[in-house]
């Protein structure tokens, strides 16, 4: 069974991003020391063109074959031209309102996402699912989630985007790792207590 992880960038308060959903506030803690990390350890998960500015775009998947976003998170990409952010995965977008896809690397999820997530967990492979966010997709897969890995800025937002758009409901994980760096990041990973 292949796994489903929600790795995702938010402020110490639990905010993916201000009330619209943009975390650029938290690019400044992406340093040479940050960046080995990704590049040692979460290499796919850094978008296409990020890949070719960096170097990176020979680096094999470390976790990840998969990445799974809503049209809100993906939106952002289609904003600047760009059909397919994670080109070197294969890319899936929850959208009812798309209607097709703009990108051939891209299959839309139209409905029955926890079941098309399903689909994607049974199958073969050692590499997982991402899942990029946002709030809203992920607050509707939070019972598919096997693990959290969450990037914490040191940073307060005081309000804006969660990192779950659910309702009240109290869900256990069990602290796997954790790493803090010089800049005061921390990424922990939880996996999920079944
Ligand atoms: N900090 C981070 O690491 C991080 C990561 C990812 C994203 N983000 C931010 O998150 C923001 C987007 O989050 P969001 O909560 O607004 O949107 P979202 O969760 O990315 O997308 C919501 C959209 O997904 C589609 N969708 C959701 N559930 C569906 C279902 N059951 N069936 C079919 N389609 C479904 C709908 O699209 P349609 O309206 O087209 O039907 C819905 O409007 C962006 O601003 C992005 O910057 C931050």
Redesign the pocket.
């Known amino acids: 069974m292949r796994k489903l992880t929600y790795y ?3 402020s110490i308060d639990g905010f ?2 201000d009330p ?4 650029s506030s ?1 690019y400044q803690f992406v340093n040479e020391e940050f960046l080995d990390y990704l590049r040692t350890e979460y290499p796919e998960t850094v978008s296409a063109e990020g890949r070719a500015a960096l170097g990176m775009t020979d680096l094999e998947h470390r976790r990840f074959d998969t990445v799974v ?8 990409a289609l904003d600047v031209n760009i059909t397919s952010p994670y080109g070197h995965l294969r890319e899936y977008v ?5 209607g097709e896809s703009p990108d051939a690397n891209v299959t839309l ?5 926890p079941g098309a997530i399903r689909k994607l967990k049974a199958e073969d492979g050692e590499l997982g699912i991402w899942l ?7 607050g ?1 897969l939070l019972d598919e989630i096997d693990e959290l890995v969450i ?1 914490t800025y040191p940073q307060v937002y005081g309000s804006g ?1 969660p990192m779950f ?1 659910a309702d009240f409901a109290v869900t256990d994980f069990a602290l796997e790792s954790v790493r803090a760096f010089d800049n005061g990041v921390l990424v922990r990973t939880y996996s999920r207590k079944r």
């Not at 990029?132 to 992920?138: H, N």
């Open positions: 995702v960038a938010c993916i991003g619209k959903g943009d975390a938290m976003q809503g049209r809100g998170s993906y939106q952002v929850a959208s009812r309102t798309l999820i139209t409905e029955d996402v990029c966010g946002g709030s809203q997709l992920a509707e990037k985007m758009g």
